[in-house]
Structure formats: C-alpha cells, structure tokens
C-alpha cells in the first residue's frame, strides 16, 4: 500500500510542477512585459522601465520561476500589480466564498445523484425508470449558467423568495451565507447529478448482475438487502472515478456561476484582475484551481485502493 | 470491442441494414432531427434571415413577440429569430473545429501509444493525464489574459480540452484490437506497427471514434456557450447563443423571455447531439447496446 501511495505522490508532485511551467510560461512569458501590458500602449519607455524593475520582471525568467515556487511553498505569492497587496491575501479572502459554494454543490450533487441512481437501478425498466432517466438526459443538456438564469427567473423576480445575486458574507451569521449560496449551488449541481445519476445507475446495475449477488439472494437476503449489504460497495468505485472528475467540472462552473450571481469568490477575482490585466493574480488562481483538480483526482485515486484493495495490486 | 471487428480484420464491422434499423431508432431519428435543424439554421442564416441580424434599430428595441418580429427583438432593435440563426453559425463552427483538433490529436496519439508500448506509451499517457487539469474554461481565462479573449482563444482552449479524452478511448479501444488473433496474424504475415494501426486497428476502432466524437461536440457547444457567456469567446457584434444570455441576463425583470430562448437553443442542441450519440452507439456496437 505504502509503495503505491509514494507513486502516487510522486506522479502528483511531477503533475504539479508541469502545470506550474505552463501556467507560468502562457502567463509570464506569452504576453511579453507584464509591465507594459499593465500601463498601455502609450505608456513612455521610462516609466515602463520604471515599474518592470519595480515588479522584478527584469530578472531572467528562470529566476522569476523559481522565485514563484519558492514564495509559494512559504506561503508568499508576491503583490498584486494593480492593488499592490499580497495576492495570498487577495485569495484568501475569496475563497471564503468560492470553497463553502464548491462543498455546498458537491453535497447536493451526491445526494441527488444516489438517491436518483440507485431508485432507477432497483426499478430498473419501470415507468419510474425511464422518467427520471428522461429527466436526466434533459439535464446533461441544459448548460448550468442557463440553469442558473432561469432560477433566478422563477426564485428572484416571479416568486422573490431569494435575491438575484450577491453575497451577504458569513458576519450575520451562516443561515443568510448560505442562503444567498443556495441558488449557486443549486444551479452547479442539478446538472452535474444528471451526469452522476446515470453512473450511479450503470454500475449497481452491472453489480446487480454479479454471481455473489446471486449468491446472496439465493441464501435468502431480500432485494433491499443485497442492494444495501453487497451491491453499493462495489458499485462506488466507478462512481468515485466520476465524481473525481466532475470536480474539475464544478471548479470550472464555479467561476461561471460566480459571474451569474455577481459572487465575489475567486472567479469574480480571475476576471477582475483580467480586466485589469493583473496577470500576477489571474496566475496564482489558475494555479491555485488546476492544483485543486489534481489533488482530489489523487485523492481519490488513493481512495480506490481502500474501497477496493485489487488496485493497489494492478497499479504496482 | 470484438463486435466491431470481424475475423477477416481490414474492414469494419457494418451491421447489416444500418438505415433500416437507425429509421427505428427513436434516440437516433430524435437526436438526429435535432441536429438537423441545428445545421439547418446555420446554413439558411447564409442565405436568409427575416431581418438583417447586425442592423441597430434602437425604435424598435425590446419588442414583443409578433407577426413582423416572430419571438421579438433585443435592446438594439435586433430581431431575435435572425440572431439564433446566425448564432448558431459559431456554435457549429467552434464545435467542429474544436472536436477536429481534439480527435486529430488524440487519435494519433492513442494510436501511438497502443502500437509503442513503453516508455512512449507512458508519456503519452501521462501528459493527458496532465492535460486534465486544466479544464476548458481554465485554459481560455489563461488564453484570454495572455493573448486577448475571441473565438481563436475559445477553440484552442476547448480543442486542447478534447485531447486526452480521445487518447483515453483511441488507446483503449485499439489496445483491445492489438489483442486479436487477426493483428497477430498480420504481424506473421510481416506487417510493421504503422500498417497494422491503419489498415486494421483504424478501421476497426471508427465507429467508437465517431460515436465519441458526437459525444464531445455537445460538450464544445456548452463549452463555447459559456465561453461566450463570460465574454471570453465569440466577440460582439457576431451573435452568440451565450452572448445572447449574457445581454439577456441585464434584462431580467423587463423581459424575461429573451434568456429563455438561446438557451432553449444551446440545450436542444446538446440534446439531439446527445441522443444521437447515443442512437449510433446502440446501432454501431450491439455489444454496448445490450450492455447498457
């Protein structure tokens, strides 16, 4: 077990050190002086001069990379270009909002997606069946920001039970935080169910079919059980693989979804600092995002070999 | 994968009276209708639309639906039904170019890491695994910020999105191929790995490339939605379903039905790409068919 996780490790350490040459490399040294990107076109020569020796970008561009990934492991993603405040701080400060949403939206995902998968595969070919299947095909479909939209259509402006946007922050306490997440997460996670739902579905549907389930009704276990005692266990690891997956998707429709609700998490803060071509800011974000998705497709991966311990025998 | 493959090896399995069956397929004549009308739309915008779709005419902003302006017009006067048509140009055009890009690339490198065990395999693997980190959306904010958002930035990052996926399923399925008696025997007739891979593995892993491949074109379509949506992809004044929505957005509480109809737009779009996909599995590859 121990020689799998360190390979593990290993492969993440070198995923994350590859995806920090090329964010670095399309950030740092595609768009040319970061400086002059900043002041315009107009900008006079001295005065670029001036700010590109100010923000250190007259270093080699190895030094600057390795300075990056050293400040980074200490915490210290340097200053922002614009506000001229340390971007750790900037992040932080966003991710009070973007984390809670990302958790908020997993959680609705999981339940709705078992609960559907698992009732369509115990009524498997039943009217109700094919009717939340049907559902589900039309949610793969529906692209979440117009999801999101036509929430706030029905929820903010015909029903007025939740506002259209905004965050309240957590001061007044969790309940109006999480209210003014709710539609967000709602909207994040209906269509990353209806994806899930169907996983869920194929795989008790495939473990349903094994010989020990067999062999555990023909010793007298009733339906219910056999699903319960037997079947789930075995039928989470595609499930896992999936949602593994889909967390990148939920990353990516989080910065989306901010933008819908007007949200000041860290996609609000990505565009922003586009906007105004603080690129120092927009590279620590996707760095930050893309790290996200590879440590909880480890994360899983290492998950695999607990839920099930042949894998850590196939990978070695 | 033996369904697709029969025992002579060179030419794909081609279930018999494909059309006859396909025309009973209702996930395939739906998705397929669809889809149509989605290319359809997209064409006729070419030679006709019912009002010019870049013509400004701010008297007639916001009108309702009626018999001059079938679902109304927008804050600029622009008739609604024209702009979907043309529309639906860029979401065809991205889709196609970005799964193009995708499947060129990953089919030549699935293929090679199948035919080239090792350490090319490896790599080859390893660096689609890398790719997975960066979904599209994340690639076109890097792309937008370095070299300016538009519809070159949106291809590319959507394009780039689409490779390891077909790695994955090309290497996955002409591993299965390399595996039958069929490519040994060619082997023992003294074909190298570059004719084996194009006159029998190819053929014999199309119709799981196609079916992907539909598949991945309705994810580019929600991909460039979005895109367009955070104003990262197709740039004003081309119309853009996802543009649409974004303008729409600002208008909710005059006139709510201008978000409702380019989504509707986006989604049966994805849905018959989506049904389709679906329809030519079954009909394509029985085994996946009676599987699922």
Same mark, same amino acid.
């Given at each position: 077990m121990s020689l799998f996780i360190l390979r593990r490790i290993l492969t993440l350490a070198a995923t994350l050190i590859g995806a920090s040459v090329i964010i670095f490399l399309v950030l740092d040294a595609l768009p040319g002086n970061a400086a002059q990107v900043l002041m315009?076109?107009?900008?006079?020569p001295d005065a670029v001069r001036a700010l590109t020796v100010k923000l250190g970008l007259d270093q080699p561009l190895l030094t600057r990379y390795v300075h990056w990934i050293a400040g980074m492991a200490v915490g210290d993603l340097g200053n922002s270009y614009v506000y001229g405040t340390p971007v750790a701080g900037l992040i932080a400060e966003r991710l009070v909002l973007t984390v809670p949403l990302a958790i908020m939206s997993m959680l609705i995902t999981v339940v709705l997606a078992l609960t559907a998968g698992i009732y369509t595969a115990a009524n498997h070919n039943r009217i109700g069946d094919v009717g939340v299947m049907s559902l589900t095909q039309i949610g793969i479909a529906l692209p979440n920001f117009w999801f999101a939209i036509l929430l706030i259509l029905v929820f903010a402006v015909k029903l007025q039970w939740l506002s259209a946007g905004g965050f309240s922050g957590w001061d007044d306490g969790i309940w109006p935080g999480l209210k003014s997440l709710l539609l967000p997460a709602i909207s994040l996670a209906v269509v990353q169910a209806a994806i899930l739902a169907r996983v869920t579905r194929s795989a008790v549907l495939e473990v349903l079919r094994e010989d020990f389930v067999r062999t555990a009704r023909a010793k007298g276990l009733s339906k219910r059980e056999a699903l319960w005692g037997h079947v789930l266990r075995n039928a989470m690891i595609p499930v896992m693989t999936v949602m593994g997956l889909q967390f990148a998707n939920l990353l990516a429709g989080t910065i989306v979804i901010e933008n819908v609700f007007y949200l000041p998490g860290l996609g609000r803060l990505i565009f922003q600092s586009i906007a105004n071509r603080d690129l120092i800011v927009v590279r620590n974000c996707v760095m930050l995002l893309a790290a996200m998705v590879v440590v909880v497709n480890f994360l899983v991966d290492v998950l695999y070999a607990f839920i099930d311990p042949r894998i850590k025998v196939h990978s070695l | 994968m033996s369904a697709t493959a029969d025992i002579g090896g060179a030419k794909p399995y081609r279930p018999a009276g494909f059309w006859r069956r396909a025309s009973r397929h209702r996930s395939f004549v739906l998705g397929g209708a669809l889809v149509l009308l989605v290319f359809a739309a997209a064409l006729l915008s070419f030679v006709w639309t @019912?009002? !010019? @779709?870049y013509d400004i005419d701010i008297a007639a902003?916001?009108? !309702? @639906? $009626? $018999?001059?302006h079938w679902l109304g017009t927008d804050v600029f006067g622009r008739d609604i039904v024209s702009l979907l048509l043309v529309g639906a140009r860029s979401t065809i055009v991205v889709g196609i170019i970005a799964v193009g890009i995708g499947l060129t690339s990953g089919v030549v490198l699935g293929l090679t890491a199948a035919a080239r065990k090792g350490w090319v395999a490896e790599l080859i693997m390893r660096m689609s695994d890398f790719t997975f980190a960066f979904p599209a959306v994340l690639s076109a904010i890097m792309l937008a910020a370095a070299i300016g958002p538009g519809l070159v930035t949106s291809i590319t990052a959507i394009g780039i999105f689409q490779i390891p996926i077909f790695v994955r399923v090309t290497r996955g399925s002409a591993n299965a191929v390399w595996a039958r008696e069929f490519v040994l025997a060619a082997r023992a007739a003294g074909k190298g790995s570059f004719r084996i891979t194009i006159e029998h593995v190819l053929p014999n892993i199309l119709s799981v490339l196609i079916v992907q491949a539909t598949i991945q074109f309705a994810l580019a379509i929600l991909a460039e939605a979005a895109l367009s949506y955070l104003g990262l992809g197709t740039q004003p004044p081309q119309p853009s379903w996802g543009r649409m929505l974004n303008d729409a957005q600002t208008l909710l509480f005059q006139t709510p039905m201008l978000a409702v109809y380019p989504g509707v737009a986006i989604a049966l779009a994805v849905l018959g790409l989506n049904l389709l996909g679906d329809g030519l599995r079954d009909l394509l590859d029985p085994r996946l068919a009676r599987e699922r």
């Open positions: 315009g076109a107009d900008a006079s | @019912p009002w !010019p @779709p902003k916001l009108k !309702p @639906p $009626s $018999s001059a």
